[in-house]
C-alpha cells in the first residue's frame, strides 16, 4: 500500500505535514537515495532520509500521544522546526524517533500549559481549529482594573484588524498591587492578549495559559513537569479535531523462531548433564 509521503511522516509523529513540505522544498527529504518531491508515494519497504540520516517511520508500541507540559517563563520552543529542542525535550518522554509538536506555542516570556503531541496530523487539525477552542489564561497586573478598563477588555478590540473573543473576566485575588484576573477567550493567542491589556492601558506582569480546548492543566503540576493525558482525553481531542486516532503497534505474536540444530544439540547436551542419574544402575 503507498501513501503520501506527507500523510506517513506526520502520522508516525515525525513532523507535521507543512514541515514535511518544507522538508522536500529545501532538498532534505530522500527516498530510497533519490530526492523526495511533494506528494510522492511512500510504500513500507521505502527508505526515507533527512540530512542522511534514517527516519524512522514504525510506529512506537507505547499508547501515550498527548502530553501536559508546565512550561515555565523563559523556556523557548524551536522557532525554526515544529517540535522541541534542547533541555525542554530532554524532560518529555522518549518517543523512539518521533518528535514532539508544540499546539500553539506560547511566547517565550510566557508559561503555563503547553499541549505537545506525537501525532502530527493531530497537531495540524487541532491548529486548523484553534479559534473554535475554548482558551483559558491567568493573568497578573499592577493595580486593579477599573470598569472602564474593563469594558475595554470586555469588547476584545486589540486595533482596528483584530479583534480577540472574550467570553468572561474574574477577579482571582491578590494582594498588593498584585492582582490576578482569570481571562476566557474563545481561540485567544497570548499575543493578542498581550496586546489588548496594553490599549487598555493595563500593566502586565505575568501571563499563564491555564486551558486549551478540553485539557486544562491542574495546580499540583509543578513548574517543568509533565503528564499524559488519559486515553479518555486524548480520544476527546481527536474526535474534536476530526482525527482518527491509530491504535499502537501490536506487539511480536506468533511462533517463536526455533532455535539451529548447533543451539538444539548444545540445549540437549545441557539437559543431560544436568539430570539427576538414575538409580537402577547401582541396583545389585
Known amino acids: 500500500m503507498r501513501e503520501r509521503i506527507q500523510k506517513v511522516l506526520a502520522r508516525?509523529?515525525?513532523a507535521s505535514r507543512r514541515q514535511v513540505e518544507e522538508w522536500i522544498r529545501a532538498g532534505r527529504l530522500a527516498i530510497?537515495?533519490?530526492?523526495?518531491?511533494?506528494g510522492a508515494q511512500l510504500h513500507t519497504r521505502d527508505k526515507v532520509t533527512l540530512d542522511g540520516r534514517a527516519v524512522r517511520l514504525r510506529e512506537p508500541q507505547s499508547a501515550t500521544r498527548v502530553v501536559i507540559y508546565h512550561r515555565a517563563p523563559g523556556r523557548e520552543l524551536s522557532p525554526s522546526e515544529p517540535a522541541v529542542s534542547g533541555q525542554l525535550l530532554d524532560r518529555l518522554p522518549k518517543r523512539a524517533g518521533r518528535r514532539w509538536v508544540p499546539v500553539s506555542p506560547l511566547p517565550p516570556n510566557d508559561g503555563?500549559?503547553?499541549l505537545l503531541t506525537s501525532d502530527g496530523d493531530l497537531a495540524q487539525a487541532l491548529?486548523?481549529?484553534?479559534a473554535t477552542l475554548r482558551i483559558v489564561?491567568?493573568?497578573?497586573?499592577r493595580g486593579a482594573i477599573n470598569d472602564e478598563q474593563l469594558a475595554h477588555l470586555r469588547s476584545g478590540?486589540?486595533?482596528d484588524q483584530t479583534t480577540l473573543e472574550v467570553e468572561s473576566i474574574e477577579a482571582a485575588?491578590?494582594?498588593g498591587v498584585n492582582r490576578w484576573y482569570t481571562f476566557t477567550t474563545r481561540g485567544g493567542r497570548a499575543r493578542d492578549l498581550h496586546r489588548l491589556l496594553q490599549t487598555a492601558g493595563v500593566e502586565l506582569s505575568r501571563l499563564m495559559r491555564i486551558a486549551l480546548g478540553p485539557v486544562r492543566m491542574e495546580r499540583d503540576l509543578a513548574r517543568e513537569r509533565h503528564r499524559a493525558l488519559t486515553p479518555a482525553e486524548t480520544a476527546q481531542l481527536y474526535e474534536i479535531a476530526g482525527v482518527q486516532q491509530s491504535t499502537p503497534a501490536p506487539g511480536r505474536s506468533g511462533?517463536?523462531?526455533r532455535p539451529g540444530k548447533r543451539r538444539q544439540r548444545q540445549a540437549a547436551a545441557d539437559s543431560t548433564r544436568s539430570r539427576p542419574r538414575s538409580l537402577a544402575r547401582y541396583k545389585a
Do not use: Q, W, Y
Open 12 to 14: 508516525a509523529g515525525v
Open 32 to 38: 530510497n537515495g533519490v530526492p523526495a518531491t511533494l
Open 112 to 114: 503555563g500549559l503547553e
Open 127 to 130: 491548529m486548523r481549529r484553534l
Open 137 to 141: 489564561f491567568s493573568v497578573r497586573v
Open 157 to 159: 478590540i486589540v486595533d
Open 173 to 175: 485575588g491578590g494582594e
Open 255 to 257: 511462533p517463536k523462531k
